[in-house]
């Protein structure tokens, strides 16, 4: 009989250590669930910011074009950098917070662009009847507005992600994680470089 009672008691710890161990594993994965969509939305914002200067560029592009003559140098800079941000984000974007290598080509990519507008609108500063335009100055407060913002949204997007990589490598989270391959892979940050993130200065006043 205390066999019997024995092996019942044993049977009702191990019950309740498979149950503790369960909602602790239920809680890990739901609160990394919960961290990694926000990383996925703040991710979506800067995305959305720099797609909103993408956007701006062909009217930029055409409105300097329209009224001055430059170097088909600069205009071609532009368009290329274009085109490598373009070529990049064609592809599973969301997918560039789980792969580091992707990220900082998307991020060497947009710093190219950041480049080559910073040497177009350099060379505005010779044309000061474009710069007295309306259509020039509406576009240089959308730039500017969109510039302020990528900075603020890539700042927010390290702070999400720096808050999911903290959680993720404490322990026994980073054990759990590692069960579910890439999905709860540590996220990449934006890294200030030289030159790269410096917003162009698209302030023409005299």
Do not use: H
């Amino acid at each position: 009989m205390k066999a019997k009672w024995y092996v019942l008691g044993c049977l009702g710890i191990l019950i309740i250590g498979v149950l503790i161990v369960g909602l602790s594993f239920t809680r890990v994965y739901n609160r990394l669930v919960t961290l990694n969509q926000a990383v996925q939305a703040q991710w979506g914002q800067v995305e959305n910011v720099y797609q909103r200067r993408m956007d701006l560029i062909p009217n930029l592009v055409a409105t300097v074009k329209g009224a001055a003559k430059f170097e088909k140098s600069t205009f071609t800079a532009v368009a290329e950098a274009r085109s490598r941000v373009g070529q990049i984000t064609s592809g599973k974007v969301q997918n560039l917070i789980n792969n580091p290598e992707a990220f900082r080509k998307f991020e060497q990519a947009q710093a190219g662009l950041s480049s080559a507008l910073s040497r177009l609108l350099v060379t505005v500063e010779r044309y000061p009847n474009l710069k007295a335009t309306q259509n020039f100055q509406d576009l240089q407060a959308q730039l500017e507005g969109t510039e302020n913002r990528i900075a603020v949204e890539r700042m927010r997007y390290n702070q999400v992600a720096q808050g999911f990589n903290t959680y993720r490598q404490s322990f026994p989270t980073n054990i759990i994680a590692s069960f579910f391959g890439s999905r709860f892979a540590p996220k990449p940050y934006f890294k200030a470089k030289q030159g790269a993130a410096t917003p162009p200065k698209v302030n023409f006043g005299n």
